[in-house]
């Protein structure tokens, strides 16, 4: 999608984000709000890319953009969290900052090792677009779910890294190859 079309489209992507996000009416709002300024920040980076999976309606969807070789600090200051060999790909220019994923929770639950799971195909589709070696995305370390759903999607620990074990702060690193 265009800049202008996620444009035209962030009440759709607010709604679909609250809606998956869990907890009731109050709750969406705040967690919506949050994440429209968050999207509207990394719709300006450079490369950003997201697609959208639906039928009727706005089913999900995923989003991110190419981590710069020389500057992978821009990048929501990933640098401070990347292991040497994904600093090395991030070198080559062929590092991909997956910022989001947004998909309903069966999908998160049911058939996650599939290969037409939903979340899978979306993520495979936006490290294919950008021919990106490595996918990369930072999780918050007491975000059990998040973890568990992405690890069910074929993310792995960057090497050396796992989630209780690094003292870097309160995010993990997850990679995933295309």
Same mark, same amino acid.
């Given at each position: 999608?265009?800049r202008?079309?996620?444009?035209?489209?962030?009440g759709d992507l607010?709604?679909l984000?609250? +809606?998956?996000?869990?907890?009731?009416?109050?709750?969406?709002?705040?967690?919506?709000g949050?994440?429209?300024? +968050?999207?509207a920040a990394d719709?300006?980076r450079?490369?950003?890319?997201?697609?959208?999976?639906?039928?009727?309606?706005?089913?999900?969807?995923a989003?991110?953009?190419?981590?710069?070789?020389?500057?992978?600090?821009g990048a929501?200051?990933?640098?401070?969290?990347?292991?040497?060999?994904?600093?090395?790909?991030?070198a080559?220019?062929?590092?991909f900052?997956v910022?989001?994923?947004i998909v309903?929770?069966?999908?998160r639950?049911?058939? +996650?090792?599939r290969?037409?799971?939903l979340?899978?195909?979306l +993520?495979k589709r936006?490290l294919?677009?950008?021919d990106?070696a490595?996918?990369?995305?930072?999780?918050?370390r007491?975000?059990?779910?998040?973890?568990?759903?992405?690890?069910?999607w074929?993310?792995?620990?960057?090497?050396?890294?796992?989630?209780?074990?690094s003292?870097?702060?309160?995010y993990?690193v997850?990679?995933?190859g295309?």
């Amino acid at each position: 999608m265009t800049r202008r079309q996620i444009e035209d489209r962030f009440g759709d992507l607010g709604d679909l984000y609250a +809606q998956t996000s869990g907890g009731g009416p109050w709750a969406w709002n705040v967690a919506r709000g949050a994440f429209l300024r +968050q999207l509207a920040a990394d719709v300006r980076r450079p490369g950003f890319s997201l697609l959208i999976a639906e039928t009727t309606a706005l089913t999900g969807c995923a989003y991110g953009y190419p981590v710069p070789g020389a500057a992978a600090g821009g990048a929501r200051g990933l640098e401070a969290y990347l292991p040497g060999s994904v600093r090395s790909v991030a070198a080559s220019g062929r590092l991909f900052l997956v910022s989001g994923i947004i998909v309903p929770a069966r999908v998160r639950k049911q058939n +996650q090792d599939r290969a037409w799971n939903l979340a899978r195909r979306l +993520q495979k589709r936006l490290l294919t677009e950008h021919d990106a070696a490595l996918g990369v995305t930072l999780v918050e370390r007491s975000d059990g779910a998040t973890v568990q759903a992405l690890r069910s999607w074929g993310w792995r620990y960057a090497e050396g890294e796992t989630l209780q074990a690094s003292l870097l702060g309160p995010y993990g690193v997850l990679v995933l190859g295309p």
